[in-house]
């Protein structure tokens, strides 16, 4: 991948204005990148073991040579590690080595590291700068970018953060072939999220060249990373705080929340729950009278065909709806849905209760098996698997 250009995609913000910027090898040179950010030597290198083990020794290596003085912070890997707990040992961590208000915290790891970093350089004396240095696909296309920061509580996941956005985002595709493959193709969901919600023709390119990208070519690979980010880029400049256009990003998660939270999130991980949930939404959608068959064809087709599972299991059905008013999108006890009118354009607007359970009687009717994709889970909601998000 080394011939390929470096892609720059710009999040407009005023004065917490940040580029994301895209290159293959870019690891080795996060030091000299940080230059023009920061003046500041003392840097929190804030990762986990996983990631720590394959890319730790060249970004810290990459940033000595540039001139700063890192401090490797490692947590433990997964989403149980996403807690003020773990937070405040970042915090102490920082204090003991007296970081003042110009210091660094860099975010080196999946949507975890990103999340809890970002948290702590929001609050640690009021917010100190931080990048990120995403390392999975759902890192790369989706949680670096927006400054939605925090952690989980046993209560709710992510139920206490901050909005604080990184003054860059410097992605290295090369990390990604390290990645596990489910962790993979669950990044997929929400690369295929950003053509439904808003470009036709990136979701025909993803259609085209989705056998390619699940050998991880490295072109078609770095298009979906460009593309997914400008689109999540441009909804956030528009609604940086989520008050609404924001919540167009939320497609596929409405269905994906609630089954994730009725496998214990123990079942699912994140996209494999809005895989299933871009299909579901889309059909609901289209019993609404909102789309035609032919956008769920689609839509089921490229999910499928990423092997993803687009199907819910019988059990979810009945607790569906609860789970879905538990979601954390709903406002007023409205569950407010984000549904496609066609491939590129999605329409925001509540749900009855009545309207979703006659849905639900339909699908009993059609026997809505478990079938899925090659490759894909038989039972998932009822799989064991390791905690998701
Ligand atoms: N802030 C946001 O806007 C936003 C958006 C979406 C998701 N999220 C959050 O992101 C989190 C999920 O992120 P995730 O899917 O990246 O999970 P993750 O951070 O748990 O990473 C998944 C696993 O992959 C490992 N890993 C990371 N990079 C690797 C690499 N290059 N090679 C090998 N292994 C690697 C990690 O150690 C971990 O075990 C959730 O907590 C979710 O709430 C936040
Ligand atoms: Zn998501």
């Given at each position: 991948m080394v011939g390929v250009a470096e892609q720059i995609v710009p999040v407009t913000l005023e004065e917490r204005s940040y580029d994301i910027v895209l290159h293959p090898g870019l690891l080795a040179t996060v030091g000299e990148r940080l230059r023009a950010l920061t003046t500041s030597p003392k840097i929190g290198v804030v990762t986990d073991r996983h990631v720590a083990r394959r890319y730790l020794q060249v970004v810290l290596r990459s940033l000595c040579k540039a001139g700063y003085d890192p401090t490797p912070i490692i947590l433990p890997p997964g989403e149980r590690a996403k807690t003020l707990s773990t937070m405040a040992k970042i915090l102490d961590a920082l204090a003991r080595q007296k970081f003042e208000r110009q210091s660094f915290l860099l975010a080196l790891g999946g949507g975890v590291v990103g999340d809890i970093a970002g948290f702590a350089a929001a609050v640690y004396q009021r917010g100190i700068p931080f990048v990120q240095v995403p390392t999975t696909l759902v890192a790369q296309v989706d949680s670096s970018v927006g400054g939605k920061t925090g952690v989980d509580h046993r209560l709710g996941k992510n139920l206490i953060g901050a909005f604080h956005q990184p003054r860059a985002v410097l992605i290295d595709p090369l990390t990604l072939r390290t990645l596990p493959r489910r962790e993979w193709i669950a990044g997929l969901a929400e690369?295929?999220?950003?053509?439904?919600?808003?470009?036709?023709?990136?979701?025909?390119?993803?259609?085209q060249k989705i056998p390619a990208l699940l050998k991880l070519d490295e072109e078609p690979v770095i298009r979906a990373i460009k593309r997914s980010c400008e689109i999540k880029a441009q909804v956030v400049v528009t609604d940086e705080r989520e008050s609404d256009r924001r919540r167009i990003l939320n497609y596929g998660h409405t269905i994906g929340h609630a089954?994730?939270?009725?496998?214990?999130?123990?079942?699912l991980i994140h996209g494999e729950a809005v895989g299933i949930g871009l299909v579901q939404e889309a059909d609901l959608a289209c019993h609404m009278g909102l789309c035609g068959r032919d956008v769920v064809e689609r839509i089921k087709s490229l999910v499928q065909r990423a092997g993803l599972c687009d199907q819910m299991s019988?059990?979810?059905?009945t607790s569906l709806w609860g789970a879905m008013q538990h979601d954390k999108k709903v406002t007023g006890g409205q569950v407010i849905g984000v549904w496609p009118v066609r491939i590129g354009k999605v329409v925001m607007q509540p749900i009855e209760k009545e309207v979703c359970a006659a849905w639900l009687q339909t699908k009993r009717g059609h026997g809505n098996r478990s079938s899925s994709g090659r490759g894909a889970p038989k039972h998932p909601v009822r799989r064991k698997a390791r905690a998701g998000k």
């Open positions: 690369v295929i999220k950003y053509g439904v919600i808003a470009d036709e023709e990136f979701f025909g390119f993803l259609e089954l994730e939270s009725l496998s214990g999130y123990r079942g019988h059990a979810s059905f």
